[in-house]
Every structure is written in C-alpha cells, then in structure tokens.
C-alpha cells in the first residue's frame, strides 16, 4: 500500500499516485465520449419536434381511443400466423441447433475443426437480429410467412445451441464413464450417458427461446416477413392509431399468455 | 409416459398439422429466391464498402452514439427502479410499482416502442436513443433487482449496527456487493442496445436500420452484406473488449 510522506507524517493512500492518474484518466475519457455522443445526438436532433412532444403524445392517446375493437375479427388470422412463425421457427431452430451443441461442446466435440466451424456458426447466427434477418429473408423468398419462419429460425439456432452446449459441459461424467465401459460405441454413449443428463435442460432451453420468439414474431411484419407486424405497418402507415392501440393491446395479451404458458411448461420440465 | 403427456402430445401433433397445412408457401417464388439467396451470399463474398460510403459511415457513427448514451440513460434510471424492484430493500407499494416498471419495459419489442417514441418526438437519432433507454430500464432494473435480492444480509446488518442511515446503508452494504454484477450488466446490455440500434432505424429511430432496410429494397446486397459484415465485427470487438473489461473488475 502506497504511503505519502507530508512534512514527515506518514499518510496511507488506497492507490498510487499513477495509479489514481490512469483512474482518473479512463473516468474522464468516459465523460468525454459520453459527451461527445451526446453532442451528435443533439446535433441531429430538431428540437422544435421534441418541445411538441407532450401535445403530440396527447393527440396520439386522444385519436388512438376508444381502440377498433371492431377489428378484432380481421387480426384472427395474423395472430395464428404469428404463432406459428414463433413456434415452427423454434422447432426448426431446436432440431438444427441439438447437433450444433454437441458438436460445440468441449467434450463431445468430434474434431477441433468441427468445434471451430460450429461456435463460428453459433456467434454470427446470435449477432445477427432476427428482424435483420427478417429482411434478408424477405428480400430472398419473397413477404410472407415462409421468411418469418426461418428469420426466427435463424437467429434461435444461436441461442439454443450456445445455451445447449453450455449445459452439456457441465454435465457429470461419472455416468458418461460407466457407459463407455460397457464397451459402449461413441454414439450409445451419447443416447444413453449424454443425452437424458441434457434433456431436462434443452426443454427448458426451447420453451424460454419460444416465450421470446412470440415478442419477435409480433414484429416481424414491419420489415415484410409475416404475422400480426404487416396489421400493424399497414395501421401505423394510414396513421389509423385506432387500430394501431387495439393490435398492440392484442401483443400485449399474447406476450403475457406467453409468458405464463412459457414459466409453467419450464416448471414442469425441470 | 403418463396419460396426460400422451393428450398434450397428440395435442401438439394435432396443431403441427393445422399449422403446416395452413403454411401457404409459393413454390414459385421460393425456387426463385433460391437463385437471389445465392447473390446475396455472393455480395458477401464480395461486399461493396465504397459506394455508399458516406451512407454506411453515418449510419454506423449514429447507431454507436445512440448506443453509448441510451446505456448511460437506461442504466441511471434503472438504478432506482431496481432498488424498488427488490422486494429485500422496498415497501410492497413501492415494489409492485417499480415490477409494473420493468413488465411493462420488458414486453414490450422495441421497435414497438420506437414508434410511439417516433411519434412524440419525430424522426431521428433521438428518438432511438429514448426507445433503446427505456427497454434498457426494464432489462437492467429486472436482472439488477434479482441481485440485490440475493445479497448477503449479514453485511447489512453489520452496517446497521453501527447506526447507519438508510442512503449510508445503500452505499457501504449494498453497492460494494451488487457492483461486480452491474458492470457485468451493463456491459451486455450496451452489446444488446448496438444490435437493436441495427434495427429500429426501420421505423425512422435513427441508426444503420435505415442504411440496411434501404439497400435491402434496392437489391443491393453488396452494400447490405458490408453493413451486416461491420454490425458482426462491432458485435464481436464489443465481446471481446467487454470479457476484458469484466476480467478486470470481478
């Protein structure tokens, strides 16, 4: 611990004078940047909009009440679509992701090229947002249901492998070891040591990524790939807020439901 | 297996067909995209970074501005709404407003979110910055109360027996434990801001959204392929650095 000699009494300081500098440094690097982006943001900004901003807010309440309840009737259909954007999209994800893990965790991974290609696999499929792929998609197959799918797809084989593989590092190896020395052969090995010590987990894994997929399927429309998103593009774009309030009344309820069926299938897995 | 996993089975199977069979995918035009899906692979093969230079560059310079202050932004006022979200630290009414808080934060999608905020304060940066705040508040106040619920009370009560006041308690029993996990936090959270910054711009919230669903209309998948290329590389130096920087405080 550092000392500092003042006229001859000794004073204790928690850090070094370059030490306390370098903190001082990196605090005011922060502020500065901080400011700096602050300053662009400001700059980009037309301020007349945002003093409006209480009146606006007030006007958007007063014309999105009472909601289209009217409408109701006409987003069955787009709501189904949504569902199964989210639920086919996991499944899709989930059967291509339980190879992916296996072949990403440190000790079930085949070769070390194997593992490599499978974790590269795993980071560009999370980095990329599933509306960006959403966009992708939309551009190559055409709007529709179809590129919602896959858009979920996509971005989930990520998440559930990354999770899956995670899991599977951790698992015991006492019975993966009573196995093998039954003379048991790679693949039984992995049905009956690997495999049931997992299970548990991956369920649990998909159900939490299904809960998330519903929130991103309601939005999907908005870039064209299908689901209750294209109601609502098409109501935020005739500036028809009536509707936009009674559509996003309807997520809210879907993503509640969702989020409830979601942390009781959890409970019953684990 | 019991008879109520076979009912909720055949359930499920039942709804798969209804599912699938309402699928209505046009083969046509799927074989057809099949063909585009292999130019776009061929813009990344070959990403165009210099024709739309100056679109790409400010994109990206606004998508990381907006990220930086929304993080600040959302963590200072998550602070306080974690605190009264931890049922350890806050009266029940305090509490179960501080939960509305984060709920109503949490599920909600963001580019839900941007609309409204484009709505009130017009088109622009800032308009992503208070979306990308606001859903950071749900998602640090959340995690960030769970810890505070589970610190160790021990602490505490050594603090208060010395005879300190509440905000003293909060600095000298509960900050010190909570800080590592903040951090941490925080950092994932400005990782998640920048890849939800990519996308909001669809919905005119500023950002490289805009760039991105533009190039995307133009069928230019060169210049999308060198956006999404730069979205992956700042994603993976922003990992990088912030399992550094996490090394470092915990």
Known sequence: ?270 | MSRRTGLILLLFAGYLVAALASLEIDVERVAEGVARGGKFLGGFLQPDFASRWSDVSSGMLESLTMTVVATLAGLLLSLPVALGAARNMAPTPIYLACRAIVATSRSLHELVIAILFVVAVGFGPLAGVLTLAFASVGFLGKLLAEEIEEIDPAQLEAIRATGARGPQRLWYAVVPQVTPRLVGLTLYRLDINFRESAIIGVVGAGGIGATLNTAFQRYEYDVAAAILILIIAVVLLAEYASGHVRRRVM
């Open chain 1, 1 to 270: 611990m550092p000392v500092v000699d003042q006229a001859g009494r000794k004073i204790w300081q928690r850090r070094t004078r370059g030490e306390s500098l370098a903190r001082w440094a990196g605090w005011f690097g922060l502020v500065l940047l901080i400011a700096a982006c602050w300053r662009f943001i400001h700059g980009q900004t037309v301020w007349e909009f945002v003093y409006d901003a209480p009146y606006q807010t007030m006007d958007l309440m007063q014309r999105s009440w009472p909601p289209d309840v009217a409408y109701l009737g006409a987003l069955a259909r787009p709501v189904w679509d949504t569902l199964n954007i989210a639920t086919l999209g996991t499944l899709l994800a989930v059967v291509l992701a339980a190879p992916v893990a296996f072949l990403a965790a440190r000790n079930t991974a085949p070769s070390r090229i194997l593992r490599g290609a499978a974790l590269l696999t795993i980071v560009s499929s999370r980095s990329i947002n599933s509306l960006v792929w959403g966009l992708v998609l939309v551009a190559v197959f055409g709007p529709g249901v179809l590129a919602g799918i896959l858009a979920i797809a996509l971005r989930s084989i990520g998440f559930v492998a990354k999770l899956l593989y995670e899991a599977i590092e951790e698992i015991d190896p006492a019975p993966v070891e009573a196995i093998e020395s039954t003379g048991a052969r790679r693949l039984q090995v992995l049905g009956f040591g690997i495999v049931p010590q997992v299970l548990p987990a991956f369920a649990g894994i998909s159900v939490f990524r299904w809960d998330i997929n519903i929130r991103e399927a309601t939005v999907l429309g908005l870039v064209g790939a299908g689901g209750i998103g294209i109601q609502l593009e098409a109501a935020k774009d005739s500036l028809d807020w009536q509707r936009v309030a009674i559509i996003l009344l309807l997520i809210l309820g879907l993503v509640v439901i969702s989020e409830a069926v979601s942390a009781r299938l959890r409970k019953a897995a684990s």
